[in-house]
């Protein structure tokens, strides 16, 4: 092989790893803007989605890097959303209280013990504990 074909494959293995990257990067940044509005602050904050298949894969992908996920689903196996969550910590533990807006919840809160309660519109109820700390858990609801 010459010297001038050489160059000509290592210009366009470049030109091909640097589109790969760009287009690596898009679909990052895509799946990042298809999170929804995170609330609360710091340690303790939580996101609600999962209605619509970006923002399910989104919410579906970072599970594994938050504390806490919670699902929502009715006994049929459809997803339910307008769920009353209210989360109480043990020992001091901080509680957090909202309605949840899509399927599925993650919550970022320090390590510890919880009983989370899940309340739906219709006035269906259940109640969980958890122990948050050391890996992701998930706390999945049936009405």
């Not at 030109?15 to 940044?29: I, M, P, Q, S």
């Amino acid at each position: 092989m010459s010297s001038v074909q050489a160059f000509i494959i290592s210009k366009n293995l470049r030109r091909a790893l640097l589109v790969c990257a760009c287009a690596a990067g898009a679909f990052g940044a895509q799946a990042q803007s298809a999170m929804p509005q995170w609330k609360g602050e710091g340690a303790v904050r939580y996101v609600c989605g999962g209605i619509g298949s970006d923002e399910s894969n989104a919410i579906r992908a970072a599970m594994k890097d938050h504390p806490l996920a919670l699902l929502f689903a009715r006994a049929d196996g459809a997803y339910l959303a307008d769920v009353q969550v209210d989360i109480k910590g043990a020992d001091g533990a901080p509680s957090l209280t909202w309605r949840a807006s899509g399927p599925v919840c993650l919550v970022d809160i320090p390590a510890g013990r919880y009983t989370i309660s899940a309340t739906t519109t219709g006035g269906d109820a259940k109640s969980q504990s958890v122990t948050v700390g050391g890996g992701s858990k998930t706390a999945s609801f049936r009405f």
